[in-house]
């Protein structure tokens, strides 16, 4: 929330229930509005999350807003002049803009009270993340599940203009272990356990890969 409420005039999160503090969170910050969801948790559940990021965009922002960027909590769209970004792109008439996506990795958790990226600043280029989720109000468009596919209107094209979306996935081991010990996470056991295996394994090996001078120090 202090990152978006450094350029976005509103901000608006769909309540999927979650069962940490967001709600709680949210409602300190004065830009937030808070949007109900009949989300029952789950994968299963994500078209319907996408298909509800759909309806609130066009019901929120259509005669509103320049843009919209759909993003998940974890996501954190960059550029160091993002609105002079977006207001230049808006007067060459770009309609959507593909965000360029680096997975970031910290040791320890970030206790910084200013922005995230000023001391978590070590990523990955990953290229499977890359996601055109910034947009014109007035398009119609289909987000896929994970909101990781957009479908644009025929002859509208996605293009890059130097903005990042950061992914804080590995913010620390414990941060790891407390995010699947929520029971957003309804998998089985065996499958649960495997899951909380591979997100260890991929965190050591970006820190390691950190010290080791192999990921990009992105801000």
Not at 120 to 139: E, H, M, N, Q, V
Request: with cysteine; hydrophobic share 35%.
């Amino acid at each position: 929330l202090r990152h978006y409420s450094t350029f976005a005039d509103k901000i608006f999160i769909l309540d999927d229930h979650s069962t940490v503090r967001t709600v709680e969170i949210a409602k300190t910050a004065g830009k937030v509005r808070l949007l109900g969801f009949n989300y029952k948790g789950g994968l299963e559940d994500d078209f319907e999350l996408s298909s509800a990021f759909e309806k609130s965009y066009k019901k929120n922002s259509r005669g509103v807003a320049d843009w919209v960027m759909t993003v998940d909590a974890d996501e954190f769209m960059y550029n160091k002049n993002i609105r002079e970004t977006l207001k230049q792109q808006k007067g060459l008439g770009t309609k959507a803009i593909l965000a360029t996506a680096y997975t970031m990795y910290s040791e320890t958790f970030p206790k910084t009270p200013g922005q995230i990226y000023q001391e978590c600043f070590w990523g990955r280029r990953s290229r499977a993340y890359d996601k055109t989720i910034i947009f014109d109000p007035a398009l119609d468009i289909r987000l896929g599940m994970g909101r990781h596919t957009t479908q644009l209107p025929d002859k509208v094209k996605a293009i890059r203009a130097n903005i990042l979306l950061l992914h804080y996935r590995y913010l620390s081991r414990n941060f790891i272990l407390k995010r699947f010990a929520s029971p957003n996470f309804p998998y089985s056991n065996e499958k649960l356990i495997n899951k909380i295996a591979v997100a260890l394994a991929r965190h050591k090996q970006g820190i390691s890969d950190m010290k080791n001078g192999k990921l990009t120090k992105v801000v």
